[in-house]
């Protein structure tokens, strides 16, 4: 094969975005189990987690192939800016009332519709108008959540079965015109503006809020668990099952504290809609975005343990990458040039530094199909025109290949970190391994002093966090070690370090272990591994440290 191959400009072995790399996934996807697992009703993980990259949309558009009654959502279909345009919405939730109700009510409402009318083919106006009448006389036992769960149908009508974001504006109509209803019968309409309370008395903003109160609280969410039940009744057949899939949740498809908000309620959903034995909402998010959502609209009551058991960690082994790989490889290099079954042996160096090629690859990974993707997309390039990737464009590859992963990480994390390439600086030029104590007091005061002016534009609990450690520098400068903590602690979040807590463990990754680690918890001779994904990008020195 080598005499006849030589690498083109035009050849990869597939693309970062899943959405965009149909031809590969269809012919390598590599199926480690979660497949099964997503299927299976019965089995209650439906909330697929895992970092960018790690091939959650892959996953999800391989399960909607398997199962073929699956039903898509995307986010930005919805028509949720409605929600996020609302005068009145906004005012009530300025004023601290909850509209957490009312975001779940529309959750139900839409995945209750969208199984209904996949269930009995609802695509035509004569098909839709007999069916609670039918429904009513199939369910003749009078069972009270079935006569209520009938009435609700019956109640909404024709309106029911239209088009998601009709069904969306006109549930938030509703409620808007409710909410006006009762809060004018307090203060003038003139009053409800988007300053929130601030021209109100405090007598006012009182009755104003028990007022809206009730009314949210009031919304048909009771009658929607009796639409469930009578879901479940409906769906008696268990080889007719039905899929609700939704990603892409942490794009930008309504105003970001919305979105928060939102997305905790469709987590709350998904536990609710496990009562439906044979129907299944399934849902991909980044393990930031859920630590964000739990985070920054958490609520009384709201406990996360009780989601774990929801939730679906995706993870890979090397075997398992290595077995991508191979598959991408050989499809590239087939569909050109020979039916011979081809590697990553027959195409990379035997070894680099010492050490297998492939072991090289993989620990510049952080161990995500994306990273390999674009690591041997990366050799491909250097290696234009010549039939195998040599040692020195292996390591041309790996400068440009750490610079995009460095850059790919900044964005991954922007809304946590806005300045983590800022952050960053303090790890240019270290050794592989130091202390955090080797992070000296200058380098600290220095970073400090370039974040005080942006951390000022910055909003939320971890920008809180950064001003409280910035302040303590400010005051005193010889006080660093809040900030060093805090540093250590981020960088280990994101991934780019590992820490060893003590001298008888072993270094601990985000990627593979401990998602975040306190600040509380480093010491002056914690020790720091970076992470050698990034080492070309901040000019560590792989052979210093211990």
């Given at each position: 094969?080598?005499?006849k191959?030589?690498?083109?400009?035009?050849?990869?072995?597939?693309?970062?975005?899943a959405?965009?790399?149909?031809?590969?996934?269809?012919?390598?996807?590599?199926?480690?189990?979660?497949?099964?697992?997503?299927?299976?009703?019965?089995?209650?993980?439906?909330?697929?987690?895992?970092?960018?990259?790690?091939?959650?949309?892959?996953?999800?558009?391989?399960?909607?192939?398997?199962?073929?009654?699956?039903?898509?959502?995307?986010?930005?279909?919805?028509?949720?800016?409605?929600?996020?345009?609302?005068?009145?919405?906004?005012f009530?939730?300025?004023?601290?009332?909850?509209?957490?109700?009312?975001?779940?009510?529309?959750?139900?409402?839409?995945?209750?519709?969208e199984v209904?009318?996949?269930?009995?083919?609802?695509?035509?106006?004569?098909?839709?108008?007999?069916?609670?009448?039918?429904?009513?006389?199939?369910?003749?036992?009078?069972?009270?959540?079935?006569?209520?769960?009938?009435?609700?149908?019956?109640?909404?009508?024709?309106?029911?079965?239209?088009?998601?974001?009709?069904?969306?504006?006109?549930?938030?109509?509703?409620?808007?015109?409710?909410?006006?209803?009762?809060?004018?019968?307090?203060?003038?309409?003139?009053?409800?503006?988007?300053?929130?309370?601030?021209?109100?008395?405090?007598?006012?903003?009182?009755?104003?809020?028990?007022r809206?109160?009730?009314?949210?609280?009031?919304?048909?969410?009771?009658?929607?668990?009796?639409?469930?039940?009578?879901?479940?009744?409906?769906?008696?057949?268990?080889?007719?099952?039905?899929?609700?899939?939704?990603?892409?949740?942490?794009?930008?498809?309504?105003?970001?504290?919305?979105?928060?908000?939102?997305?905790?309620a469709?987590?709350?959903?998904?536990?609710?809609?496990?009562?439906?034995?044979?129907?299944?909402?399934?849902?991909?998010?980044?393990?930031?975005?859920?630590?964000?959502?739990?985070?920054?609209?958490?609520?009384?009551?709201f406990?996360?343990?009780?989601?774990?058991?929801?939730?679906?960690?995706?993870g890979?082994?090397?075997?398992?990458?290595?077995q991508?790989?191979?598959?991408?490889?050989?499809?590239?290099?087939r569909?050109?040039?020979?039916?011979?079954?081809?590697?990553?042996?027959?195409?990379?160096?035997?070894?680099?530094?010492?050490q297998p090629?492939?072991?090289?690859?993989?620990?510049?990974?952080?161990?995500?199909?994306?990273?390999?993707?674009?690591?041997?997309?990366?050799?491909?390039?250097?290696?234009?025109?010549?039939p195998?990737?040599?040692?020195?464009?292996?390591?041309?590859?790996?400068?440009?290949?750490?610079r995009?992963r460095?850059?790919?990480?900044?964005?991954?994390?922007?809304?946590?970190?806005?300045?983590?390439?800022?952050?960053?600086?303090?790890?240019?030029?270290?050794?592989?391994?130091?202390m955090?104590?080797?992070?000296?007091?200058e380098?600290?005061?220095?970073?400090?002093i370039?974040?005080?002016?942006?951390?000022?534009?910055?909003?939320?609990?971890?920008?809180?966090?950064?001003?409280?450690?910035?302040?303590?520098?400010?005051?005193?400068?010889?006080?660093?070690?809040?900030?060093?903590?805090?540093?250590?602690?981020?960088?280990?979040?994101?991934?780019?370090?590992?820490?060893?807590?003590?001298?008888?463990?072993?270094?601990?990754?985000?990627?593979?272990?401990?998602?975040?680690?306190?600040?509380?918890?480093?010491?002056?001779?914690?020790?720091?591994?970076?992470?050698?994904?990034?080492?070309?990008?901040?000019?560590?020195?792989?052979r210093?440290?211990?």
């Amino acid at each position: 094969m080598a005499h006849k191959f030589r690498f083109r400009t035009t050849d990869t072995i597939g693309v970062a975005d899943a959405e965009s790399d149909h031809a590969f996934l269809e012919a390598c996807f590599v199926d480690t189990g979660e497949l099964d697992l997503l299927s299976d009703c019965a089995d209650h993980r439906r909330i697929v987690l895992g970092r960018t990259g790690a091939g959650k949309t892959a996953l999800l558009n391989k399960l909607q192939e398997r199962v073929g009654t699956a039903i898509s959502i995307r986010p930005e279909s919805l028509a949720l800016a409605y929600i996020s345009n609302s005068t009145i919405l906004q005012f009530v939730d300025s004023l601290g009332v909850s509209l957490d109700i009312f975001f779940k009510l529309l959750w139900r409402h839409v995945f209750t519709v969208e199984v209904i009318k996949a269930h009995f083919h609802l695509d035509s106006p004569d098909a839709k108008d007999g069916l609670v009448e039918w429904l009513r006389g199939v369910f003749s036992d009078k069972k009270r959540q079935h006569e209520k769960a009938l009435a609700y149908l019956e109640r909404w009508g024709s309106k029911f079965w239209e088009q998601t974001d009709y069904r969306i504006e006109e549930l938030t109509t509703k409620l808007e015109s409710d909410l006006k209803a009762s809060i004018t019968a307090e203060i003038p309409a003139t009053k409800i503006n988007l300053s929130g309370g601030q021209s109100l008395s405090q007598e006012e903003k009182a009755k104003v809020v028990e007022r809206a109160k009730y009314v949210v609280n009031q919304v048909q969410i009771q009658e929607l668990s009796y639409v469930l039940e009578l879901l479940d009744s409906i769906l008696e057949d268990p080889k007719r099952r039905y899929y609700i899939v939704i990603d892409r949740l942490d794009e930008n498809w309504v105003e970001e504290g919305l979105r928060y908000l939102l997305i905790r309620a469709l987590i709350e959903t998904v536990k609710d809609f496990c009562k439906v034995r044979h129907a299944k909402i399934i849902i991909a998010l980044r393990y930031d975005l859920i630590d964000r959502v739990i985070r920054l609209s958490r609520g009384p009551g709201f406990q996360e343990e009780k989601y774990e058991s929801l939730y679906l960690d995706l993870g890979w082994t090397r075997e398992q990458l290595i077995q991508l790989l191979d598959k991408r490889i050989e499809r590239m290099v087939r569909q050109s040039y020979t039916g011979q079954p081809v590697t990553h042996k027959d195409l990379l160096p035997k070894s680099v530094d010492k050490q297998p090629a492939i072991d090289y690859v993989l620990d510049r990974t952080l161990m995500r199909p994306r990273d390999v993707i674009l690591f041997f997309n990366a050799c491909v390039r250097q290696a234009r025109d010549n039939p195998v990737v040599t040692v020195a464009m292996l390591k041309d590859a790996e400068g440009e290949y750490s610079r995009q992963r460095l850059r790919s990480l900044a964005d991954e994390w922007i809304a946590d970190y806005p300045d983590l390439l800022t952050l960053v600086d303090v790890l240019k030029n270290q050794p592989a391994r130091f202390m955090v104590q080797d992070i000296t007091d200058e380098q600290c005061v220095n970073l400090a002093i370039r974040l005080l002016d942006s951390n000022k534009r910055a909003t939320g609990e971890l920008a809180e966090e950064l001003a409280e450690v910035l302040r303590e520098i400010e005051n005193d400068p010889t006080h660093t070690t809040a900030f060093r903590n805090w540093l250590v602690a981020v960088f280990y979040r994101v991934g780019m370090v590992g820490l060893k807590l003590e001298s008888f463990e072993a270094i601990t990754w985000s990627t593979t272990g401990r998602r975040s680690i306190s600040a509380a918890e480093i010491m002056p001779s914690t020790r720091i591994a970076v992470h050698p994904c990034f080492w070309r990008s901040i000019g560590t020195n792989p052979r210093s440290g211990d």
